[in-house]
């Protein structure tokens, strides 16, 4: 994911790692959620139309998704790893509003019925879509690529990626897994500070002197649990070598 103030240097920021994954042996399609979409076809089926043809709107609209997109048929487990065998028209097959006017149905009597006895296919405005958080512009890269090859495939597009140079303007986004190790990592430092501010807090009132409990916490770091709280150190030239001895020390 990137993050930009700059909706268009995101945008060819997204365009050049769409490209890069593109050119990635193993990786089957690349997407950018800020990718230019236009005009897109939009299918309006006739509930009633349908219903005289023996069809339900829900029932034409699953069969148009899955003629342009495909059904999976099976899975298939070939030395322990497992396939889904997908049925779909071959690519290309459906590239113009004719070929999508052209798509046939056969309903429960066996008759063939097409497309546009039922429906037609309109043209719907499609605008480019960009989330935006905390005053920034957001976009999200995706690859596509086999199980077998998604971890090789991964590091090698880790690595594209540590070496694009970026724009001024554009950095990568912070995933929420590691926004949150960062926050606890945060509240660990600050748990640890506060522990130590505790001890020397309780030093100092024991000591009475804020002076001794820096020097004990700076240079006591041997046997601390021997050194009695109840003492001062008489030669401060003893700390360096440890704090390890009471009988050096009186009130």
């Keep these: 994911?990137?993050?930009?103030?700059?909706?268009?240097?995101?945008?060819a920021t997204a365009d050049e790692m769409v490209r890069l994954m593109?050119?990635?042996e193993g990786v089957l399609r690349a997407e950018s959620s800020v990718t230019e979409t236009g005009s897109k076809a939009k299918v309006v089926i006739d509930p009633v139309m349908a219903r005289a043809k023996g069809f339900s709107a829900m029932q034409l609209a699953g069969l148009v998704y899955m003629n342009m997109s495909g059904s999976d048929?099976?899975?298939?487990t070939i030395d322990?790893?497992?396939y889904t065998v997908t049925v779909e028209y071959p690519r290309g097959h459906f590239e113009t509003i004719s070929d999508v006017e052209a798509?046939?149905?056969t309903n429960a009597q066996g008759l063939s019925v097409p497309l546009t006895e039922v429906g037609e296919v309109r043209f719907a405005s499609a605008p480019q879509t960009v989330v935006r958080k905390d005053g920034l512009y957001q976009a999200s890269v995706t690859a596509t690529m086999t199980a077998l090859t998604k971890d090789a495939v991964t590091d090698v597009l880790q690595e594209k990626a540590d070496k694009m140079v970026l724009d001024p303007d554009v950095s990568f986004a912070t995933d929420a897994q590691t926004?949150?190790?960062?926050?606890?990592?945060?509240?660990?430092?600050q748990a640890i500070f506060i522990g130590v501010f505790l001890v020397f807090m309780v030093m100092a009132i024991q000591f009475n002197s804020l002076a001794d409990s820096i020097l004990i916490m700076t240079f006591c770091r041997r046997g601390i649990h021997t050194f009695p709280f109840s003492h001062k150190c008489k030669d401060f030239h003893d700390?360096?070598?440890?704090?390890?001895?009471a009988r050096r020390y009186s009130r």
Excluded at 1 to 11: E, I, M, N, P
Excluded at 73 to 76: E, M
Excluded at 239 to 245: E, N, R, V, Y
């Design 73 to 76: 048929a099976l899975d298939v």
């Design 22 to 24: 593109e050119n990635t």
């Design 1 to 11: 994911d990137f993050v930009s103030t700059d909706r268009d240097k995101l945008k």
């Design 80 to 82: 322990s790893n497992t």
């Design 239 to 245: 700390f360096p070598h440890g704090c390890t001895d």
């Design 103 to 105: 798509m046939t149905f």
């Design 179 to 189: 926004q949150m190790m960062q926050e606890e990592f945060a509240s660990i430092g």
